[in-house]
């Protein structure tokens, strides 16, 4: 069965850290460029971070939102054919659903953070629940 499955959601207190891992079953991830979205009540889905697929050509890519950049880490887990997100000094407007989504082949995310695909991905996971409380 081919699907992209999110984990390591959960509550915790401004400050405090959480690590999302996006797991695939039924293709090999590393081939993929990977995003994470996030979602928040009444808000549009926004993008989070990337980090583009494996390719000889190319050195790898990674992109983070303004709002995030220098608390979020992404980084591959190729022997668990998976996509973590490190959360750190988490602040109450993190709070989301958070949705990890996979494109085949490789994608320069600093520019593909910005195009017309950016939401149009191959795969999407069915979200885990981020809550942050003060």
């Known amino acids: 069965q081919v699907q992209l499955v999110e984990s390591g959601g959960g509550e915790v207190q401004t400050g405090g850290s959480l690590r999302l891992s996006c797991a695939a079953s039924?293709?090999?991830?590393?081939?993929?460029?990977v995003a994470w979205f996030r979602q928040a009540p009444g808000k549009e889905r926004e993008g989070v971070s990337c980090?583009?697929?494996?390719?000889?050509?190319?050195?790898?890519?990674?992109y983070y939102a303004v709002a995030v950049k220098g608390r979020f880490t992404i980084s591959r887990d190729n022997a668990k054919n998976a996509v973590n997100l490190q959360m750190n000094d988490l602040k109450p407007e993190d709070t989301a659903v958070y949705y990890c989504?996979?494109?085949?082949?490789?994608?320069?995310?600093?520019?593909?953070?910005?195009?017309?695909?950016?939401?149009?991905?191959?795969?999407w996971g069915e979200g885990t629940q981020v809550t942050v409380s003060v």
């Open positions: 989504a996979a494109k085949e082949k490789y994608y320069y995310c600093p520019r593909y953070a910005y195009g017309d695909s950016w939401y149009n991905n191959d795969y």
């Open positions: 980090i583009s697929s494996s390719d000889d050509s190319s050195d790898e890519s990674t």
């Open positions: 039924g293709f090999i991830l590393d081939y993929y460029t």
